[in-house]
Each structure stands twice: as structure tokens, then as C-alpha cells.
């Protein structure tokens, strides 16, 4: 038998047992995983931008998340474009041109708030129309940033009184900013903005003339009171500031005659002190003269007592001589005289020579 649930003899027991099928998926996961990121490759959407994991958004500030929403967003917006550029464009061409060639009657169509008559047969298919996809202008949120800053500029435009152009008019008109209310109210999810205004049209902008005010007169002489006392105040802090200025002058002036005062004393004890100087010098002078006098005087004397000395030397030495040379004439006189020594009537003693 081996019809499902029927009975299958065997031989033996454990003929018949389960074959089981080993689990080969868990190989597929990787080629997934490999897909989901060629996706996000592709298309600029990842679970960061999503949401789809939850520990994508950990230790990442708002304007991180911001900018990978924008750069996804503008990953699919360059998907449209091309889709836009290379389809799009052509099927919109080919339209004007079958509208052009079969639409045999005028219809009435709703244009920027107006109804106006459209008769496709007096059209060319070849003029020159440029199609506007407009994709690529960032997110809603930079748009509305954008035009609010551009519309605060024009706001301060027409409040400085604007900037003439070449014809006499205002570069900036209400008209534009119409424009711009009309792109920020289309920009966050509106259809159209004569829900909210009227079109201004090309018409001037008209200053208001104020209304009167039954105490405009109150206020104008309380604000010329005001005046006065302000001119007061200005007048006597000019006062104030013309004495101070003078002070401050005469101040400055004696601080100048005090200081040629102290120059001039300063003059004057340099002056003493140079001649001080002078008197000092001199003197040295004079008593290195003295000095140098004194020296040779002194220098003279010593040589003068040397030489001195050596006189006296060289008499001592002759006077030796001379007695050396009496005494040995004495020597040989005695040797051939006799002396007879005898005192004299005073006592001294004298001697005679006998021949």
C-alpha cells in the first residue's frame, strides 16, 4: 500500500522510519539581508529613516535625523525626476500635440481663480513649452523656512519705503507678496491661498492715513513738553560738559607751566651739577699737578741724597786713602825718627822728634 495512511507490511521492525530534511534556509538570510541593503542603495530609504529599527535613532540628535529623511527624500525625488524627464515630459508633449490635432471645440477651464475660454486648434504642437516637473526643491519644511525668509525680507523692503526701479515704481509690490503667501500656503498642504486673500493685482501700495484722535492735542503738547525739558537737559549737560571741558583745559595748561617749571629746575641743577662737575675736575687736575710736582721734588731729593751719598762715599774713601797713605809715610818716618813724648804746661801730651 502506499497510499497515505494505509498499512505497509515490513520484515522487521524499524523498517519504516521518518526522513528527516536538514533546515538549508538560514543560507537565504544573508542573500535578504544583501537585498534589503541593494534597496536601500537604491532608493535612499533605510531603517534609520523609516523607523524601522529601534536602535537606529540611538545617540542621534534631531538634525541628524533630519538629514537622512532629506537626503532620502531627495533620493526619491531624483527617482521622480527621472522618471519625469524621460517619460513624463514626452506623454505631455504627445498630449498637447493629440489636443492640438482632435479637440474640435473651445472649453472653458478654471485658471489661477478664473474661468477662461480654451481653444487647443489655434495652438502650434511645436511652440516652445517647457515642462515643469517640479520635483527638487527640498522638503516641505525648508520650503516654508525659505519662503518665510524671503517674505520677511519683503516686508522690510516695504517698510523702508522700497527701492525704486528704473520706471519710478517699487521693486518689491503687494502683488509679489502675494506670490509668496501664494507658494507658502500651497508649500504647507493648501490648494490654493484665495481661501485666506484677495489678489492684489498690480496696483500701488496706498499708505492709510491715520485716523484723527480727539487727544492728539493733549499728546503733541505733552510731547513738546517733553521736548523742551529734553533740550533743557541737552543744553545744561552741554553746559556741563563746555565747564568740564575748561577745567579739564586749565587743568592741562597748569600741568604744562608745572612741568616747564620742573624742566627748568631740572635745567638748572644740571647746570649745577656740570659746573660742580667742572670744579671737581679742576681740582684733580690741580692736585695731580701738586702730585706729579711733589713726586719730582721728591724723585730730585732722593736723587740728590744719593748722590750725595756717593760724594761722601768717595770722600770717606779718598780721606781713607790719604790716611792709609800718612799712615804708612808715618810707618816709614818712624822707622828713621825718634819721638820723645812729654806733657806740656796745659798737661797735654806732645811729642818731640829727635833727628
Do not use: C
Request: negative net charge; hydrophobic residues 35%; aromatic residues 4%.
Amino acid at each position: 500500500m502506499t497510499r497515505p495512511g494505509g498499512i505497509k507490511r515490513v520484515t522487521q521492525i524499524g523498517a519504516i522510519r521518518e526522513i528527516a530534511h536538514p533546515f538549508v534556509a538560514q543560507h537565504s538570510f544573508p542573500m535578504l539581508d544583501g537585498i534589503d541593503s541593494m534597496i536601500s542603495t537604491r532608493t535612499g530609504i533605510s531603517d534609520s529613516v523609516t523607523g524601522i529599527d529601534a536602535d537606529a535613532l540611538n545617540n542621534q540628535t534631531a538634525t541628524a535625523s533630519n538629514n537622512n529623511l532629506a537626503q532620502a527624500n531627495q533620493r526619491i525625488e531624483t527617482i521622480a525626476r527621472i522618471f519625469a524627464e524621460t517619460g513624463f515630459r514626452h506623454l505631455f508633449k504627445t498630449y498637447l500635440y493629440l489636443m492640438t490635432e482632435h479637440q474640435d471645440q473651445a472649453r472653458t477651464i478654471r485658471l489661477r481663480g478664473e474661468w477662461v475660454a480654451v481653444d487647443p486648434r489655434s495652438w502650434n504642437a511645436d511652440m516652445d513649452v517647457e515642462v515643469d516637473v517640479g520635483i527638487g526643491h527640498g522638503n516641505k519644511d525648508q520650503q516654508v523656512t525659505h519662503l518665510m525668509a524671503l517674505l520677511n525680507w519683503q516686508k522690510e523692503m516695504l517698510a523702508s519705503g522700497g527701492i525704486q526701479t528704473e520706471d519710478g515704481g517699487l521693486m518689491v509690490k503687494p502683488k509679489h507678496i502675494y506670490n509668496t503667501f501664494d507658494k507658502l500656503v500651497k508649500s504647507v498642504g493648501f490648494k490654493s491661498v484665495d481661501t485666506f486673500m484677495d489678489d492684489p493685482g498690480d496696483a500701488p501700495l496706498k499708505s492709510q492715513e491715520p485716523q484723527a484722535d480727539p487727544n492728539q492735542a493733549l499728546i503733541q503738547g505733552q510731547m513738546e513738553i517733553e521736548k523742551m525739558k529734553a533740550q533743557s537737559k541737552m543744553s545744561e549737560a552741554q553746559l556741563k560738559a563746555h565747564a568740564s571741558e575748561q577745567a579739564a583745559q586749565r587743568q592741562h595748561e597748569l600741568d604744562v607751566a608745572n612741568i616747564r617749571i620742573d624742566a627748568e629746575k631740572l635745567e638748572i641743577e644740571r647746570e649745577k651739577i656740570a659746573a660742580g662737575l667742572q670744579e671737581t675736575a679742576a681740582k684733580i687736575d690741580a692736585d695731580k699737578d701738586k702730585a706729579a710736582a711733589n713726586l719730582y721734588a721728591q724723585s730730585e731729593k732722593t736723587r740728590l741724597e744719593a748722590e750725595q751719598k756717593d760724594l761722601d762715599r768717595m770722600v770717606m774713601a779718598g780721606e781713607k786713602d790719604k790716611d792709609r797713605q800718612l799712615s804708612a809715610h808715618n810707618a816709614s818716618q818712624k822707622a828713621q825718627k825718634t819721638v820723645t813724648m812729654s806733657r806740656n804746661a796745659n798737661g797735654d801730651m806732645v811729642g818731640t822728634v829727635d833727628e
